[in-house]
């Protein structure tokens, strides 16, 4: 089992900046493959970023490319998400994932955070 507590949502204005962080507990980090998704409102949830074991090989969501950053800490068993140049329909939900695949689904992905939300206002 892995535990993941994802921190940092809060509000932010268009053009804005956040981080967020998960952090993770149980079984050995570096061990899985991690990602980041989010969910609107009445929307499914969708893809945002993912990395491999030591993020050397990233994927990003078309919508957030260029602005997005995922990156870890395996020594603090932490995932992160840079969030740059914030729109309003980056307003969601985020969650962290853990998984045995850098997968833009989210069938492969075994373990989930409780989730953060983000809002970005205009």
């Known amino acids: 089992q892995v535990q993941l507590v994802e921190s940092g949502g809060g509000l932010v204005q268009t053009g804005g900046s956040l981080r967020l962080s998960c952090a993770a507990s149980?079984?050995?980090?570096?061990?899985?493959?991690m990602g980041w998704f989010r969910q609107a409102p009445g929307k499914d949830r969708e893809f945002v970023a993912a990395c491999n074991w030591n993020c050397g090989r990233t994927t990003y969501a078309d919508s957030v490319k260029g602005r997005f950053t995922i990156s870890r800490d395996n020594a603090k068993n932490t995932l992160y998400l840079q969030m740059s140049s914030l729109k309003a329909e980056d307003t969601a939900v985020y969650y962290c994932a853990a998984g045995w695949d850098i997968a833009t689904l989210t069938a492969p992905y075994d373990y989930w955070g409780q989730g953060t939300q983000v809002t970005v206002s205009s």
């Open positions: 149980g079984r050995t980090f570096s061990n899985y493959h």
